[in-house]
């Protein structure tokens, strides 16, 4: 199995991807360069977080207009798995892979800490190593994390089970959102679920050392399914 994380000036937990996808895989990831038009022949591809083009514009949308991304979006709409986190949330939903828009927190502050979710869709190929109604602990860092969609697909999104994870309490109740997210939704699956985005980073919580291994049942999960 092979993987790519694509790196756009400002991103900042590129490296952290990488790390957590060799200790998972076996062998590190291609690092491919937001100008660069193709990408090699791959079973995964991460848009990691981070401030893509410092989010002067508005978060993600300078990114899902690089180069590279018209080679995601292909490869996601051939079946590839694409996974985005936290600034690659934003990134999927600028590009039009995932449904919606991400807007600044609701309390218009920084958000950094581990925060509880629960598993809500452990059919996928990221999620396939959780239990179902799973609570997890998993950090996140963003001030633009508050997940909107209008009322129709939200409805669809959780009449289809394209909800992959909600911000919970330590019981599991939902109603703890660290951003003001719509239906307390922190990650979610495209129709053919080839491609999540969460705002929570799976990356640090994946090796003992970093004080938590949630994140690292993802990346393990992957290279099981695609191998």
């Not at 039009?96 to 828009?101: C, D, F, I, S, V």
């Not at 998993?138 to 669809?156: E, W």
């Not at 009449?159 to 939704?185: K, W």
């Amino acid at each position: 199995m092979t993987a790519a994380v694509i790196v756009f000036p400002g991103s900042n937990c590129d490296r952290d991807a990488a790390v957590a996808i060799e200790q998972a895989m076996g062998k590190p990831p291609v690092m491919v360069w937001h100008r660069e038009t193709a990408l090699p022949d791959v079973d995964l591809i991460v848009l990691p977080g981070g401030f893509s083009f410092g989010d002067y514009l508005r978060a993600g949308a300078l990114a899902a207009r690089s180069p590279i991304m018209g080679e995601v979006v292909a490869r996601a709409n051939a079946g590839v798995a694409v996974l985005g986190i936290c600034n690659g949330f934003q990134i999927l939903t600028e590009s039009g892979l995932l449904p919606g828009a991400i807007l600044r927190n609701a309390g218009l502050n920084f958000v950094c800490r581990t925060v509880p979710m629960r598993v809500e869709n452990n059919r996928s190929k990221f999620t396939d190593q959780y239990e179902l109604d799973e609570v997890v602990h998993i950090p996140v860092a963003h001030h633009d994390g508050n997940y909107r969609a209008g009322p129709d697909t939200l409805d669809r999104l959780e009449g289809e089970g394209l909800v992959a994870f909600r911000y919970c309490d330590d019981a599991g109740e939902p109603g703890d959102s660290p951003n003001g997210a719509a239906r307390d939704i922190a990650g979610i699956l495209n129709d053919t679920g080839n491609v999540l985005g969460m705002m929570p980073h799976p990356e640090r919580v994946a090796d003992p050392q970093l004080g938590g291994t949630d994140g690292a049942k993802m990346f393990e999960g992957l290279a099981k399914v695609l191998a």
